[in-house]
């Protein structure tokens, strides 16, 4: 068990902020990020070269490091050491908030796993922006992300969620943005999405409508920019109507051939008792059938 209470006397290491930056407008950059930022020894950033350019905008001088997918092993222990020196680190990323399909998910649980108090600093996210915006139900909804290279995998990954009822919320690049809605089209049907891109930037734009629709839209318009797709869950029809086929999955089945379906994991017995559940019949008329 881990208890943390982030503000309460003065701990004995170092502490990791994940703070957020703009997604785009950098007027979203909130003044305890700023504060945070000018404040701590040393910021960690995704690229270095993007953050620099936060950085000098907002006159914000702090030591800045490179931490990303491909050193965060590396740098991941140097930071940590020197949390447990004592020394206040912040985590940024290019955009949004950390620890979202970037490596800070990482070092913080690093960070966590050495007592290490863990600080969010909130603001813009992509993800969330999108939901909001998109028309759909946002009562529940699941965050996906970034879906798999492949074709296999990214199949796999979209039958896995079909049957969600929440509002599912992906990621994409404007290079996969069209196969990626032509892959859901063929696995889910014709649902409602929105598909939104450059958010809080000048060409901010949403497509709203069937997925036939925006990949229609996408088909005639090039996509530009970052995308952020949203997209209804199952309706409760679509769950009605799977449930009742999967009740009775049976019904091309001769009486024989469901109760030998049945055989296969368990008694004779315990087959005519299934089978005459689900038929809604007598086990003795089960039991005739098969004997005629």
């Known amino acids: 068990m881990n208890i943390q209470k982030s503000f309460q006397g003065k701990p004995d290491f170092g ?21 945070t930022l000018q404040e701590v020894n040393l910021i960690a950033a995704e690229d270095t070269r993007n953050t620099r350019k ?12 490179s931490y990303h997918e491909h050193n965060k092993e590396a740098s991941g222990a140097e930071l940590i050491k020197l949390l447990v020196q004592g020394e206040d680190i912040a985590l940024v990323s290019d955009a949004g908030l950390p620890a979202i399909s970037d490596p800070g998910a990482d070092i913080a649980r690093d960070a966590i796993s050495q007592g290490i108090a863990v600080v969010p600093i909130p603001g813009a996210n992509a993800a969330l922006s999108a939901l909001i915006i998109s028309g759909l139900n946002t ?16 199949t796999a990954l979209l039958e896995q969620v079909r049957t969600y009822r929440e509002t599912l919320i992906f990621y994409e690049s404007p290079y996969r943005i069209e196969k990626t809605l032509n892959y859901m089209l063929e696995c889910w049907g014709d649902r409602q999405v929105a598909v939104a891109r450059e958010l809080t930037k000048k060409h901010e734009e949403v497509v709203r409508g069937a997925l036939s629709q925006c990949i229609a839209h996408f088909a005639e318009y090039e996509p530009l920019g970052e995308f952020c797709i949203v997209v209804e869950g199952m309706s409760e ?27 296969a994991s368990m ?25 005629q």
């Open 54 to 65: 936060l950085l000098t905008h907002f006159d914000i001088k702090t030591r800045l490091v």
């Open 15 to 35: 502490t990791l902020y994940l703070v957020a930056t703009p997604i785009g407008n950098l007027e979203d950059m909130t003044m305890r990020a700023i504060r």
């Open 237 to 263: 029809e679509e769950v009605i109507q799977q449930e009742a086929e999967a009740q009775s999955w049976w019904k091309q089945l001769s009486i024989n051939e469901h109760v030998q379906h049945y055989e």
């Open 139 to 154: 009562d529940r909804f699941t965050f996906v992300g970034f879906l798999p290279r492949d074709k296999k995998g990214i």
């Open 267 to 291: 008694s004779h017995k315990e087959a005519l008792k299934k089978v005459a559940l689900d038929r809604g019949i007598s086990k003795r008329d089960v039991y005739n059938q098969i004997h």
